[in-house]
């Protein structure tokens, strides 16, 4: 029983989670004391300052010689969670910074709601990267789902933000359902909601219940591809991005993703990818089912994006497309021969982050100076705004992967691990639907460069978002110059066996 009392010394390893429960709490009681047509922005400045104390907190424990166990293996403080606790903070601390000055009130009617809603969103994420027991999991999922519906739903006087909410809430509702069902079959078969019992004991008996194994497993796949937007379970992502306000479709697109993913890897490594069920078909058939999802949603994702006219709507389908990029290596499983998978899978998250955050910092400029969300709104950027192309165009690159870019080296890396593990019809898709993708990054390109904006509208770059544009744009080209410095310290500080696999 020792082991489920959290000591006084215990709350210093909890130091980014609390940071973020302080800073929350005081930016809420702040925004209820300000004169209502006092300026916001400075409780933006408060979130960032409190996402930075947060982030550094995790650097301090990196790398430690031991996992920390908290609340009998219901918390772990380990190098997985670190690193991605450092991802979901970059991106909050980015979607904040780009917002000062930028969100308008008749797009976000309650400017300080949006900056400390954040801070809980993110804090759920964090705990679901850290979570050892199911209970645990469910709580941070739910603490960043019911967050992100509020975010969502910010702009209620527009039609199309309150059908994106509504969708997102009832089919995130459902979603959360089937987890919890699919956890009910895992808690019934083996007695424990810990990751690590869990495990034990349906290595122990998993003959007697495979049926009730692939009910769960599959339950927990749909539940997760809802919240990773990954095809056949992506119905609600174009609506919801196309309806909430662009910062808070940065934060979906990439920290709700990320803290998804997290707990995605924790799960599928920690109950069904180690152990006796190894030996099993179930095994076999459990990444087969995820290789299947995963070129299910870079095929429907890179297609349909063809189609799109909306950026936020295409974007929405080329982040089902790089859910399936980011599914890859965690369905190859590890192996004597390709045990990077976690390495490939975050560098490309990291890419991921920039790229992504980096084109809806575009996004946001184009839709201050022109009012315009469609393609068409790029006409002539170039012209109009040179630095703001060039940097749009290293971005670019990176989404469609091509060389010099860390998209590129990103997906190189995954398809190199897919080779390795001789999976080359998963190789085929990924070629494939990269290539494709070409035609709509393209012609973000030739809009900008070879189109005319008829109406001559100046593009205004406020400086926030400017120095996120160039920020990412400058990340993507250095991921793609010297990709070996984060590959490199993630191999440093993380190891399979110590950070991501449970023992009890």
């Known amino acids: 029983m020792e082991q489920l009392r959290l000591q006084w010394s215990d709350l210093g390893y909890l130091a980014p989670e609390l940071t973020l429960v302080i800073a929350a709490v005081i930016l809420s009681l ?92 993110t804090l759920g994420g964090m705990i679901m990267a850290s979570s050892g027991d199911l209970i645990t999991l ?105 309806g909430a306000p662009t910062p808070v479709t940065a934060f979906l697109a990439v920290v709700s993703k990320a803290a998804a993913f997290a707990i995605l890897f924790r799960v599928l490594y920690g109950i069904f990818g180690i152990g006796s069920l190894m030996e099993l078909p179930f095994h076999g058939d459990m990444l087969l089912a995820l290789m299947v999802v995963a070129a299910a949603a870079m095929i429907l994702g890179n297609f349909t994006a063809l189609r799109q006219n909306n950026l936020k709507r295409l974007l929405a389908y080329s982040g089902i497309a790089n859910s399936g990029y980011l599914l890859v290596p965690i369905s190859t499983q590890f192996s004597m021969v390709h ?25 946001m400029i184009i839709e201050r100076s022109t009012g315009d969300e469609s393609i068409g709104g790029l006409a002539g950027l170039y012209y109009r705004a040179p630095g703001t192309a060039v940097a749009a165009v290293f971005l670019l690159l990176s989404l469609a992967g091509l060389p010099l870019s860390g998209g590129f080296f990103g997906k190189l890396f995954i398809m190199l691990g897919t080779l390795q593990t001789q999976h080359y019809w998963l190789a085929a898709v990924m070629i494939a639907t990269s290539v494709t993708s070409f035609y709509y990054y393209f012609g973000f390109i030739r809009q900008m460069f070879m189109r005319t904006d008829f109406e001559s509208r100046d593009v205004i770059v406020p400086v926030p978002l400017g120095i ?10 250095l991921l793609g110059i010297v990709p070996q410095w984060v590959l490199g310290w993630i191999d440093r500080i993380f190891a399979l066996t110590q950070d991501l696999f449970f023992f009890s």
Request: glycine residues 10%; aromatic residues 16%.
């Open 468 to 477: 996120t544009l160039w920020l990412c744009a400058g990340a993507s080209l």
């Open 339 to 363: 045990y990077t998978n976690f390495a490939e899978f975050a560098f490309y998250l990291i890419a991921y982050l920039f790229m992504n955050i980096g084109i809806f910092a575009l996004l």
């Open 138 to 242: 469910y709580v941070g999922l739910e603490l960043l789902s019911i967050t992100s519906y509020i975010l969502v739903a910010m702009r209620k006087k527009d039609l199309r933000s309150n059908e994106g909410s509504f969708k997102y809430i009832v089919l995130g509702g459902i979603s959360s359902a089937i987890i919890l069902y699919g956890m009910s079959f895992l808690y019934g078969m083996s007695g424990s909601t810990s990751i690590a019992e869990i495990n034990t004991a349906l290595g122990q008996n998993a003959q007697a219940m495979l049926p009730f194994l692939y009910v769960s497993f599959f339950l927990l796949l749909a539940g997760f591809g809802f919240k990773i937007a990954a095809a056949p379970f992506h119905m609600w992502a174009p609506d919801v991005y196309q």
């Open 30 to 121: 702040l925004d209820l004391l300000m004169p209502k047509q006092t300026n916001r922005t400075i409780l933006g400045w408060l979130s960032l300052v409190g996402i930075i104390i947060s982030g550094l907190f995790v650097i301090g424990y990196l790398n430690p010689a031991e996992p920390k166990q908290l609340l009998d293996y219901s918390y772990r403080i380990d190098d997985f969670a670190g690193i991605m606790k450092l991802i979901l903070l970059t991106g909050a601390g980015l979607v904040t910074f780009m917002s000062f000055g930028t969100v308008k009130e008749e797009e976000v009617p309650h400017v300080g709601e949006f900056y400390y809603l954040l801070l809980p969103a």
